[in-house]
């Protein structure tokens, strides 16, 4: 193990000291003498441009952040030590433009071929959904990935407010579109609320996507549902998307479009756990906005997916 890597312990400095990184680890940001020994990198991107509801997600990695010094070293239940499968480190913010959506997406692009170039896997934490268009345009260049994408929304829409093409409804038909993921892989999970129509499930339905509607998910249960995802997205290159409006805002109030009727929050990291084995390439947690979030403990419910997330990403690059 690099000790360089090792996350400040809460035996060594209290949680509530310190400057706050993801999961306490080291910054290594492009350019750092360490970077290129970088396996599994955690990144934020503070920007909420494609928010059509309420907004703040550019507020949320500062406080993911903040939440996620309460991270420990070892998975309670699947007892994976992912600082010790991975070299893991926080590489810190893409800078957006917060007046212009194309240039914003374009700077979080480059910043993502950056880590590709370096053999970097990402864990993003955002921003809308719309931050995973421009991290897809990295990762999905060479070839198109699958996706498992946990969220109460398809996000398949083509377009808002006459014609905008890029907000957080959209990311996922403009992916699909430009080539950057495989509908045939791709399985969208706890979809639900009210509707304006059917033109995103139509759209599903046409190229080939497979949506688990949550009144399925409660139906079938989750083991059924994830082996069913895990089935569908193979053993090839993968994402995870996770909106945390997925999560019942019970237990996740601070989002900017909440939908009620969702999983609890110890589903929300159960489902995650069930990736176990897949060939994770990149995955982000999205949504979440400090705003809404009075007790903090939509961030803390974040952090601890993104955990999960990195839990099975250095898994499985430990097995590979």
């Given at each position: 193990?690099?000790?360089?890597?090792?996350p400040?312990?809460?035996?060594?400095?209290?949680?509530?000291?310190?400057?706050?990184?993801?999961?306490?680890l080291?910054?290594?940001?492009?350019?750092?003498?360490r970077f290129?020994?970088?396996d599994?990198?955690?990144?934020?991107?503070?920007?909420?441009?494609g928010?059509?509801?309420?907004?703040?997600?550019?507020?949320?990695?500062r406080?993911?952040?903040?939440a996620?010094?309460?991270?420990?070293?070892?998975?309670?239940?699947?007892r994976?030590r992912p600082f010790a499968a991975?070299?893991?480190?926080?590489?810190g913010?893409?800078?957006?433009?917060?007046?212009?959506?194309?240039?914003?997406?374009?700077?979080?692009?480059?910043?993502?071929?950056s880590?590709?170039?370096?053999?970097?896997?990402?864990?993003?934490a955002?921003?809308?959904?719309?931050?995973?268009?421009?991290v897809?345009?990295?990762l999905?260049?060479?070839?198109?990935?699958?996706?498992?994408?946990f969220?109460?929304?398809?996000?398949?829409?083509?377009?808002?407010?006459?014609?905008?093409?890029?907000?957080?409804?959209?990311?996922?038909?403009?992916?699909?579109?430009?080539?950057?993921?495989?509908?045939?892989?791709?399985?969208q999970?706890?979809?639900?609320?009210t509707?304006y129509?059917?033109?995103?499930?139509?759209?599903?339905?046409?190229?080939?996507?497979?949506?688990?509607?949550?009144?399925?998910?409660?139906?079938r249960?989750?083991d059924?549902?994830?082996?069913?995802?895990?089935?569908?997205?193979?053993?090839?290159?993968?994402?995870?998307?996770?909106?945390i409006?997925f999560?019942?805002?019970?237990?996740?109030?601070?989002t900017?479009t909440?939908?009620?009727?969702?999983?609890?929050?110890?589903?929300a990291?159960a489902?995650v756990?069930?990736?176990?084995?897949l060939?994770?390439?990149?995955a982000d947690?999205?949504e979440v906005?400090?705003p809404?979030?009075?007790?903090?403990?939509?961030?803390?419910l974040?952090?601890?997916?993104?955990?999960?997330l990195?839990?099975v990403?250095a898994?499985?690059r430990?097995?590979?």
């Open positions: 193990m690099d000790d360089f890597f090792s400040v312990s809460g035996m060594d400095l209290p949680r509530f000291a310190g400057i706050p990184t993801f999961m306490r080291p910054h290594v940001p492009p350019g750092h003498d290129a020994d970088v599994i990198g955690l990144v934020g991107v503070p920007w909420d441009s928010t059509t509801n309420r907004p703040g997600p550019r507020h949320g990695p406080q993911l952040r903040d996620s010094t309460m991270i420990r070293a070892m998975n309670g239940v699947t994976v991975a070299r893991c480190a926080d590489l913010d893409v800078g957006p433009n917060p007046a212009d959506i194309a240039d914003s997406m374009a700077r979080i692009s480059a910043f993502y071929d880590l590709v170039t370096a053999g970097i896997r990402p864990l993003t955002g921003g809308d959904h719309l931050t995973s268009l421009p897809l345009r990295a999905g260049k060479a070839v198109p990935l699958g996706m498992i994408h969220d109460s929304h398809t996000d398949l829409w083509d377009s808002y407010f006459n014609g905008q093409k890029y907000t957080h409804g959209t990311p996922f038909r403009r992916a699909v579109e430009e080539g950057l993921l495989d509908p045939a892989r791709i399985v999970i706890g979809i639900r609320g509707m129509d059917t033109s995103d499930r139509d759209f599903a339905s046409a190229v080939g996507i497979r949506i688990i509607e949550m009144e399925e998910c409660a139906a249960g989750w059924d549902v994830m082996a069913e995802a895990r089935a569908i997205a193979g053993d090839g290159p993968t994402y995870v998307s996770y909106d409006d999560v019942d805002p019970a237990f996740a109030p601070g900017g909440p939908e009620v009727g969702g999983p609890n929050s110890r589903e990291l489902v756990r069930a990736l176990q084995g060939d994770i390439v990149g947690l999205v906005s400090p809404f979030d009075a007790s903090g403990g939509t961030a803390y974040g952090v601890s997916i993104l955990f999960e990195l839990c990403m898994a499985s430990a097995s590979r």
